[in-house]
T-cell receptor, first 116, second 108 residues
């Protein structure tokens, strides 16, 4: 149980385009979802926290107009990177908590974004 | 000083060896995760513990809340255990703080 999926697993796009990444909790209702970014050889960096039905809370330094997060249901959150630039190339990972009423986070497999 | 310190940063072992990875943290926590990240990037949650000790197969995790220290042990290590192991304490709510990770390489 407690499986989280992400789609797509990798994406290559041109500079200036927008990219949407989906995060789904497959077998539980995720009251909270988290979006992380990881650059090579670095640790995960929390970008934002989202609760179902409410606006996401962004970490300091993360542009909310650039990284749009929607958590419209208890099993789906989306991250849209708008007007992507090469410096946005990174590994994006989501996690979800709420399985069995627990705060334990379960992580998705990640999405590798490359912006040309 | 980082809130979470892991040691060692890199560890190379021979198959079958007993491995220990340590994690020290400076803030009060409600629980601590040990995560495994394989070269492809996917992250697996190995343990979440708030006291004592947990065991799953060849993996053992311990935590001492008073000393703010946790350890992850791998018995009878195997090349498939090669991965980055990340300590992630949870201070409040669901928010995690991540260690830098320990790169483990187990040679056959």
């Amino acid at each position: 149980g407690a499986v989280v999926s992400q789609h797509p697993s990798w994406v290559i796009c041109k500079s200036g385009t927008s990219v949407k990444i989906e995060c789904r909790s497959l077998d539980f209702q995720a009251t909270t979802m988290f979006w992380y970014r990881q650059f090579p050889k670095q640790s995960l960096m929390l970008m934002a926290t989202s609760n179902e039905g409410s606006k996401a809370t962004y970490e300091q330094g993360v542009e909310k107009d650039k990284f749009l997060i929607n958590h419209a249901s208890l099993t789906l959150s989306t991250l849209t990177v708008t007007s992507a630039h090469p410096e946005d190339s990174s590994f994006y990972i989501c996690s979800a908590s709420g399985a069995g009423g627990s705060n334990e986070q379960f992580f998705g497999p990640g999405t590798r974004l490359t912006v040309l | 000083k980082n809130e979470v310190e892991q040691s060692p940063q890199n560890l190379t072992a021979q198959e079958g060896e007993f491995i220990t990875i340590n994690c020290s943290y400076s803030v009060g926590i409600s629980a601590l995760h040990w995560l495994q990240q394989h070269p492809g990037g996917g992250i697996v949650s190995l343990f979440m513990l708030s006291s004592g000790k947990k065991k799953h197969g060849r993996l053992i995790a311990t935590i001492n809340i008073q000393e703010k220290h946790s350890s992850l042990h791998i018995t009878a290590s195997h090349p498939r255990d090669s991965a980055v192991y990340i300590c992630a304490p949870r201070a409040s709510g669901s928010r995690l703080t991540f260690g830098e990770g320990t790169q483990l390489t187990v040679n056959p």
